[in-house]
């Protein structure tokens, strides 16, 4: 019996020491784990919370800013985006007041891409040249557009999207005249033979060959598209050629609508195209977006395309003319690298992707991107290889008194294409005004 007791008493001793060596362990683990959780709170705690202030215009009317910036936040979860919406009419000015009242901002968008020399000067903007090749960014993908915002050896912005010049064209008209359809290889003299061969008819049913729009960068933006000139000059001959197609379309040929009419009725560019009226005009990437509205709503039955803006006969197909809208960082950012991840991220190839599918053309033109564009509701056949473009040029450069400059050149046109004037006239009295601009 005793011996009996002996056994059990053992046996229990192996069970107790089983059970206390497992709880033991039990122990070890969950306080090992606790540990762990303990220092990966204390990790998160202590990694800076960054709020991120962003300047931008018109943010509330649309969508792609926030996703944008919940996309950015998924990527960086220490970074939050605080947007500064102001409305588009006012947002130059305010921003101009920001900086100048040492502003908190740490990144900005430039609606007025001519005003950025003016920020440099004023030592507004952050340099992003080391940023640039730390993360081997190559600059030529934005199509030339970078280099606009390059001053004394440094980059002080990047270009995030862009609108510029392409041909719209009506295909019923060219299918009546039995005339093949513009190529993205179309030089202005081809331009101007085309619209003189497909204008027919009289009076109100007439149908032009074309619609030079009276904006002065219809005859004026063609002159600079090469690159070799700008709107800023000490000498406007260069723009005789121009002028002298213009006006031969205009008075001559009488395939293009008058300057005066279309003025002094206050006719917008898009109701002559839009009511079946012009066989081709030259006009900003944007109007896409309202021909596919005007369509959905039943406003218009145009048959449209849509080719490569003509080039003049001494360079190749592909160069245009254009805007666009630069990022840049506040040279007095106290969050300069999480600015420099947003800039990074909304100017990459994967912004530029998805920017497509929202119908904005990106300032990188990659297969995708122009696909996307291509493949939105409504897009006539052939979008992506029109769009496919090798330089823009911008329209108004990236320099001083271009406003002035600009509203000089805006009423000479007036007066050439009104032909109150003659064209060498016209541009000696643009060379003289502006020479007392740039010389004051």
């Known amino acids: 019996m005793k011996k009996r007791i002996n056994v059990v008493l053992l046996c229990m001793i192996v069970v107790v020491a089983l059970f206390s060596g497992c709880s033991s362990k039990e122990k070890t683990e969950t306080n090992n784990e606790k540990t762990a959780d303990s220092g990966q709170t204390k990790k998160a705690a202590t990694e800076k919370q960054i709020e991120l202030k962003v300047a931008v215009w018109d943010n509330s009317s649309t969508e792609i800013g926030n996703d944008l910036a919940a996309k950015f936040t998924e990527k960086y979860p ?21 900086l100048n009242g040492g502003s908190d901002l740490d990144v900005f968008y430039i609606k007025d891409a001519d005003t950025t020399l003016s920020m440099y000067k004023k030592g507004q903007l952050y340099d992003l040249t080391s940023k640039i090749k730390e993360n081997n960014i190559d600059l ?12 004394d050896g440094g980059t002080y912005g990047l270009p995030y999207r862009t609108d510029y010049y392409v041909l719209y064209y009506n295909k019923d008209i060219f299918d009546a005249a039995n005339e093949p359809y513009p190529t993205n290889d179309m030089t202005w003299d081809e331009y101007a033979e085309v619209a003189a061969r497909i204008t027919d008819g009289e009076g109100a049913n007439k149908k032009y060959g074309a619609l030079t729009h009276t904006w002065k960068d219809c005859v004026q933006n063609w002159a600079i598209q090469e690159g070799k000139n700008t709107v800023i000059s000490d000498d406007y001959s260069f723009m005789i050629p121009y002028y002298e197609r213009a006006l031969k379309m205009q008075n001559d040929d009488k395939s293009a609508m008058d300057y005066a009419t279309l003025k002094t009725s206050n006719i917008h560019y898009s109701g002559p195209f839009l009511n079946g009226q012009v066989g081709m005009m030259p006009m900003g990437s944007w109007f896409m977006n309202t021909i596919i509205l005007r ?32 990022i840049a960082m506040n040279a007095q950012s106290k969050n300069k690298d999480a600015a420099w991840k947003f800039i990074q991220f909304a100017t990459n190839e994967n912004a530029a992707a998805y920017l497509s599918t929202q119908g904005v053309i990106p300032s990188i033109l990659t297969e995708e991107a122009l696909a996307n564009v291509a493949d939105a509701d409504g897009m ?33 046109h007036g007066l050439i294409m009104f032909g109150e004037t003659t064209i060498e006239e016209g541009l000696n009295k643009m060379k003289e005004r502006v020479s007392e601009i740039i010389n004051d």
């Open 140 to 151: 030529k993908k934005y199509n030339g557009l970078a280099s606009n915002f390059q001053f």
């Open 295 to 326: 369509k959905s709503q039943g406003e218009t039955n145009i048959n449209w395309g849509v080719a490569t803006l003509p080039h003049d006969k001494s360079i190749e197909a592909g160069y245009t003319v254009g805007a666009t809208t630069p």
């Open 78 to 98: 220490n970074i939050k985006v605080e947007y500064i919406d102001v409305a588009s009419t006012e947002y130059t000015n305010k921003l101009s007041i920001m």
């Open 380 to 412: 006539p056949q052939g979008v992506a290889e029109a769009l496919s473009v090798k330089n823009i040029e911008l329209d108004r450069p990236i320099a001083a008194h271009v406003l002035e400059v600009n509203k000089v050149l805006d009423e000479e």
